[in-house]
């Protein structure tokens, strides 16, 4: 298993990025999947998952700024942030749900290797 997270970079208050984590070595339509993000000396948190049907589940602090979807047909699940704020700056992970509660990260695993994302004031 596999996955690769992709699309950080600095972006200045208000601007917007798209993550991207392709997905390999498992039946990607099969699971649920998940975002997270963890900022240096903060635990890692909860930022939204998707269900392998669609349907989508966010924490409150990113709720109507950012949007979770997935393509199955590219094995690639994104995520789009909109009008990001300085205390979005965390490297973000993606990861494959096993079961449990969503915000959990213990009911995660495979985790990729994180893509950073800096947003300046």
């Known amino acids: 298993v596999q996955l690769r997270a992709s699309g950080g970079g600095l972006v200045q208050a208000g601007g917007s990025l798209r993550l991207s984590c392709a997905a390999s070595g498992f039946t990607f339509y099969n699971y649920d999947m998940g975002w997270f993000r963890q900022a240096p000396g903060k635990e890692r948190e909860f930022v939204a998952a998707?269900?392998?049907?669609?349907?989508?589940y966010y924490a409150d602090s990113v709720k109507g700024r950012f949007t979770i979807s997935r393509d199955n047909a590219k094995n690639t699940v994104y995520l789009h942030m909109e009008s990001l704020k300085p205390e979005d700056t965390a490297s973000y992970y993606c990861a494959v749900f096993m079961g449990g509660r969503y915000y959990d990260p213990t009911n995660y695993q495979h985790w990729g290797q994180g893509t950073q994302v800096t947003v300046s004031s």
């Open positions: 998707v269900t392998m049907n669609g349907g989508r």
